[in-house]
């Protein structure tokens, strides 16, 4: 029940502001803010919650499910669920959430209503994705979460915002199509094989499929993962929608839609097709290694603040896609540390290229400079998230890029030293970030008054956050293991638990 | 006629939404030639769109659905009269204050619109290649006075002479293909033709091949499938737009839904190359409808493209074949329908009336959004239904046609539609895009586009269709229910 409270929550919170915006101008942010408050309140009593819970074994590590019949002729049910990693990435898709609207609160003024039905349908769409544990239904929100984020970029969106939303949506919805595809397939294999047609994720766990069948499904799954990771070949979408989306669009998709691929990877791709994930391991792996170096290369040659943080992203997400396909247990547990601090870090930075374009109309890097003394405190937050990005110990990042490194060590020493280098390349283009932006002479003579008391607030939490990742990531640590049980684990303790 | 006397009464039961249609277009003829004003002869129209509706339930299972050789209404014809009957009742709403109200002298054009549906009626129903061509006819011939209907302008009659000389070339293909067969195997009759043994396993002969394939020839003008296509867009485009609405949905459901009995019950797909020629139609459709449509400017026009796209989506779910076939086809045309009258009904409500000044290029539209918001809505869900996007119709149709396509096989099929609805987000978020644009082009938008204020009638009409969409697309199980009966009964 509490599962599918979270996902309407938000999408009555959305409807609500629309309505509100229209009587009193002004009011849909409250609106909006109350609700992702409520959300985020709800998220964390739950975590609270299931501490205890998710260190029994008996439940294997599902916390709460919900499961009704939608449309049976297709065997398709409302089914969600919850386990450890749903549960921290809802939490993070919560406090995205309240940052979002809090560093939208003076940036939208025109049709602000709608702007905030988009925003929290956006957020329901990705709660959805993390709970959804049907194979229909999470198509279902997997491809509507994408219409809202489509209206953010295209009506709220900078200079080249028409070609930027055009270009994600054709990415996203038509590798999402190639999903669909592989859906399908994989329950047609599974109805010869039964003669029972079902969506339904443990039921389809294991399938029994030729190796040939098996990995081209697989890789029907794959592409539209990988475009949203967004893995390298497939990542040319991501730079484009980025820049040119609203800041709380820009905090968003780095922070919740990019999950939402990884997600996907850890969730579907490797417990549904274990073997093909295996031959196909290295290939992904040398992508995601290629992705952490050239997004670092890339992000380097930005002149764009908002474009460089973008290609950080492909290098962050690299990471998480070497650890989820090294799968053992220490590279899991860095892959979801890392697209935990990932979200936060890169979310503060979208945060601060969102208040420096507000003052200064600009994202060019080359027009800024020296504004460490006119802006102190912003100057302070954004040194604080470069370095959380560089990697530098104490922050979260390098708990996840630590983990996933030696994890990847043991499974493929010579990728896991490429990726290493990483360390350095992160370095040279934070170093750059901060030296461009905030040292040297304001040649501009720019005039800027600092954060006000609510992007404090925003930024702080974030902040703190970071902090809290990178000096006791235990909490998040043991919410991530049930996954790395071995995949056929997952489904006997399942059934198990439902059992009692 | 080997019917037995007793069973008449039975048959006009079962017959009773086909004649009540057909008594409701004399009706109004009557009606109109007495008393020329058209509110009351809209009025009229519209009780006898809903009386053959409600007869409808009547028929089904009042006697033998078989009447005569000719016709036979079983769940299956019913369920697709039911679909033209509901969609013509669309057009008739959108028609009215279209065609200037009640100033303008417009009686005959709803005598017309009754005759193509009853067209469609016995189109659908048809079991005998005598009625299927005497419903094509009765459409086609409706339709060319229907498009050329504001006969002082040009762009109408353009379009109708189009439409008319091409129709008449295929309808001479068809009856050419029906003569063919008939040569080969001396029956008319559908049922007969699957039933003669083994016909298309011993594989037809010269004569009978080239007989199937004229028919598909034919059947390929009046759905628009590639490389028959060619007058769909300048036909759409010249339309007055309910009518374009009316043609892209009850002319070409009404045949698909015609060709889908006669390949089951004739058991036509045992043929290797009719299946073969049918798929290669469909990837050439889908792709060309496609591609033609990215760099359209007329909102007409992307529709015409994207329907030509649409019937190719249908034909691969027609290509599977069996109970789930019939069953995706159904659903897939039944959204189909809803999202066509949608978004041909929003077009027809930015209108100022005659053709010549149809709001449908789209810089009329920039903006649309923040000036008339619940239209631009409305028009929204309908390309997204378009487009394939959940909780639309037009997903659980594509989902369906997919679930048909994947358990028959066809891999081909299966990748070709995926890859052409990838093609076909670009230029429906065009429109989008184009709708909520903003700042400068708006205002431009806001110049160009006539004001005009829509009918409570056709207000409510788009908000039941978008309703619909929507409900139907949540939660499809009441149609799917449905379907299972109708496919059923069919194979």
């Not at chain 1, 998480?320 to 053992?328: C, K, L």
């Not at chain 2, 339930?57 to 033998?64: D, E, P, T, V």
């Not at chain 2, 762009?155 to 091409?166: C, N, V």
């Not at chain 2, 599977?320 to 019939?326: E, L």
Request: charged content about 10%; aromatic content about 12%.
């Amino acid at each position: 029940m509490i599962l599918s409270t979270l996902i309407f929550i938000l999408v009555a919170g959305g409807m609500l502001s629309w309505v509100v915006e229209r009587w009193r101008p002004g009011s849909a942010k409250w609106v909006a803010l109350t609700t992702v408050g409520i959300e985020l309140l709800l998220t964390i009593w739950l975590w609270l919650q299931s501490a205890s819970a998710m260190a029994l074994p008996a439940h294997g590590g599902w916390l709460a499910e919900l499961r009704a019949e939608w449309i049976p002729r297709f065997g398709v049910s409302f089914h969600l669920a919850m386990d450890g990693i749903s549960l921290i990435l809802v939490v993070l898709t919560a406090f995205l959430g309240v940052v979002s609207v809090a560093c939208s609160w003076t940036e939208i003024q025109e049709r602000a209503g709608f702007f905030y039905l988009n925003l929290l349908w956006t957020l329901a769409g990705a709660v959805g994705v993390f709970l959804a544990l049907d194979l229909f239904l999470f198509f279902f929100f997997w491809e509507l979460m994408l219409v809202p984020m489509y209206f953010m970029i295209a009506i709220w969106g900078h200079e080249k915002r028409q070609y930027a939303s055009i270009k994600f949506f054709i990415f996203t919805e038509g590798s999402g199509l190639f999903m669909l595809v592989a859906i399908l397939a994989l329950v047609f294999v599974h109805y010869r094989s039964t003669g029972v047609l079902t969506f339904d994720y443990f039921e389809l766990l294991n399938t029994a499929m030729s190796p040939s069948t098996e990995l081209w499904i697989m890789l029907g799954f794959f592409i539209a993962f990988a475009v949203k990771t967004p893995i390298v070949p497939f990542h040319t979408w991501l730079p484009d929608a980025h820049t040119e989306a609203p800041t709380a669009g820009s905090v968003i998709l780095a922070g919740v839609l990019l999950k939402t691929g990884a997600y996907g990877l850890l969730r579907f791709v490797v417990p549904l097709f274990p073997q093909a994930a295996g031959y196909f391991a290295p290939v992904a792996m040398a992508l995601g290694a290629i992705g952490i170096l050239y997004g670092a290369f890339l992000a380097f040659a930005q002149t764009d603040f908002k474009r460089l943080v973008a290609y950080t992203s492909v290098s962050h997400l690299g990471f998480a896609v070497v650890g989820i396909f090294a799968w053992n247990p220490w590279s899991l547990g860095g892959a979801v540390m890392q697209m935990i601090a990932h979200g936060v870090s890169t979310g503060a930075l979208f945060v601060i290229a969102g208040i420096l374009q507000e003052r200064t109309h600009t994202r060019d890097m080359h027009r800024f400079g020296g504004v460490w003394g006119i802006m102190p405190r912003l100057a302070a937050m954004g040194l604080f998230f470069a370095i959380a990005a560089l990697g530098l110990p104490g922050m979260g990042n390098f708990v996840g890029e630590f983990l996933v490194l030696m994890g990847l060590s043991r499974v493929n020493s010579v990728l896991a030293s490429v990726a290493a280098v990483a360390f350095v390349t992160s370095v040279v283009y934070a170093l750059a970030l901060v030296q461009k932006i905030f040292h040297g002479e304001n040649t501009q003579g720019w005039q800027l008054h600092d954060l006000s008391g609510r992007e404090m607030a925003t930024l702080y939490s974030m902040a703190a956050i970071t902090l809290w990742l990178g000096l006791y990531p235990q909490p998040v640590l043991d919410a991530a293991p049930s996954i790395a049980n071995r995949p056929p684990a997952i489904a006997v303790a399942h059934r198990e638990g439902n059992a009692e | 006629m080997n019917t037995p006397p007793f069973a008449l009464h039975s048959n006009l039961m079962v017959l009773s939404p086909l004649i009540l249609l057909a008594g409701s277009a004399v009706v109004v003829m009557l009606a109109a030639a007495f008393y020329r004003h058209p509110r009351p002869v809209m009025m009229l129209t519209l009780a006898g769109l809903v009386l053959s509706f409600a007869s409808l339930f009547l028929s089904q299972g009042a006697g033998s659905p078989q009447v005569t050789a000719l016709l036979v209404l079983d769940h299956y014809a019913l369920f697709f009269i039911g679909l033209i009957v509901a969609a013509t009742f669309v057009v008739v709403v959108l028609c009215y204050r279209y065609f200037g109200g009640d100033e303008s002298r417009h009686e005959a054009l709803y005598i017309l619109l009754l005759l193509a549906a009853l067209g469609g009626g016995v189109l659908v129903a048809s079991s005998h290649f005598a009625s299927f061509l005497l419903g094509l006819e009765l459409l086609s011939i409706s339709l060319f006075a229907l498009i050329a209907y504001p006969r002082f302008t040009e762009r109408p009659l353009e379009a109708g002479i189009k439409y008319l000389i091409l129709a008449g070339f295929s309808s001479a293909f068809l009856l050419f293909g029906m003569a063919l067969i008939y040569a080969q195997l001396g029956t008319m009759q559908f049922a007969q033709i699957g039933a003669l043994p083994a016909v298309f396993e011993r594989g037809l002969d010269a004569y009978g091949l080239a007989g199937l394939s004229l028919i598909l020839v034919g059947a390929g003008f009046k759905l628009a499938l590639v490389p028959f296509h060619m007058w769909t867009p300048d036909v759409y485009e010249g339309a007055p737009a309910p009518i374009s609405a009316f043609i892209a949905t009850v002319s070409k459901g009404a045949m698909l839904a015609m060709l889908l009995r006669y390949f089951v019950v004739a058991d036509a797909h045992q043929s290797q190359s009719v299946v073969m020629a049918l798929s290669l139609i469909a990837v050439v459709t889908i792709l060309a409808g496609n591609l033609l449509a990215l760099r359209q400017d007329n909102i007409k026009r992307i529709l015409a493209y994207s329907s030509i796209a649409q019937l190719g989506y249908l034909l691969v779910g027609f290509l599977a074949f069996g109970a789930m076939a019939v069953e995706a086809v159904a659903y897939y045309l039944a959204a189909y329908f809803v999202t066509m009258l949608g978004a041909f009904g929003v077009v027809t409500v930015l209108s100022r009336g005659t053709p010549e000044q149809d709001s449908d290029m789209l810089n009329e539209y920039a903006g649309l959004f923040w000036r008339r918001p619940w239209l631009a809505g409305v028009f929204t869900a309908m390309l997204l239904s378009l487009a394939g996007i959940p909780l639309t119709m037009g997903f659980i149709g594509k989902f369906y046609v997919l679930i048909a396509a994947v358990g028959a096989s066809l891999w081909l099929l299966v990748i070709v539609l995926a890859v052409g609805s990838a093609m076909g987000l670009y230029y429906y978020l065009r429109i989008i895009a184009v709708m909520c644009a903003h700042g400068s082009e708006a205002v431009t938008g806001q110049m160009a586009a006539p004001k005009v204020k829509a009918s409570l009638a056709e207000s409510f009409t788009l908000a039941v269709l978008a309703l619909l969409l929507i409900w139907l697309g949540v939660y499809p199980d009441p149609l799917i229910r449905m379907l299972e009966t109708t496919a059923v009964h069919l194979a």
